[in-house]
């Protein structure tokens, strides 16, 4: 199984991802966020690559610090991050408060479906290999 160091600052870990749209690709400092349902992206990069919060018509409703928020939910043409590449991933539209040190978060939306494994104490983060999530935890097949 693959094994991805994370950056820790702090209690929290960091990993960097690539996100592309039509109009080019960005690379993302991300928090690994297992209390996001979401994975979050800065509205200035999905507009820096052409996928513009403006004109989505799905809106999710998430929960930050402060209350309730409804944010655009974003189609991006792929998304990258720990060897892993989603063609068209959706992506919530949130900027983060001016001072975090994050751009976004990789939510539960990526992380479930990967499989991922966060082994705290390594400060690192183990995703099965597709073959090896469809054969399931046992090795029997899905």
Do not use: N
């Not at 702090?10 to 996001?36: E, F």
């Not at 979401?38 to 990069?45: Q, R």
């Not at 900027?95 to 479930?112: C, E, K, R």
Request: net charge neutral.
């Amino acid at each position: 199984m693959p094994r991805y160091t994370l950056e820790q600052i702090g209690y929290l870990l960091l990993t960097k991802a690539a996100v592309c749209g039509p109009a080019g690709v960005r690379i993302v400092r991300l928090l690994v966020d297992t209390g996001s349902a979401y994975t979050i992206m800065p509205l200035e990069v999905l507009e820096s690559i052409g996928c513009s919060p403006a004109l989505s018509a799905e809106r999710v409703r998430i929960i930050t610090g402060s209350g309730y928020l409804i944010a655009p939910r974003v189609q991006v043409s792929w998304f990258q991050c720990l060897g892993r590449k989603d063609d068209r991933m959706e992506v919530v539209a949130h900027t983060l408060p001016i001072g975090s040190v994050v751009d976004g978060l990789l939510g539960m939306d990526f992380l479930g479906p990967s499989g991922a494994k966060i082994l705290l104490a390594e400060r690192a983060i183990e995703l099965p290999s597709r073959s090896d999530r469809a054969k399931g935890a046992f090795g029997e097949s899905a």
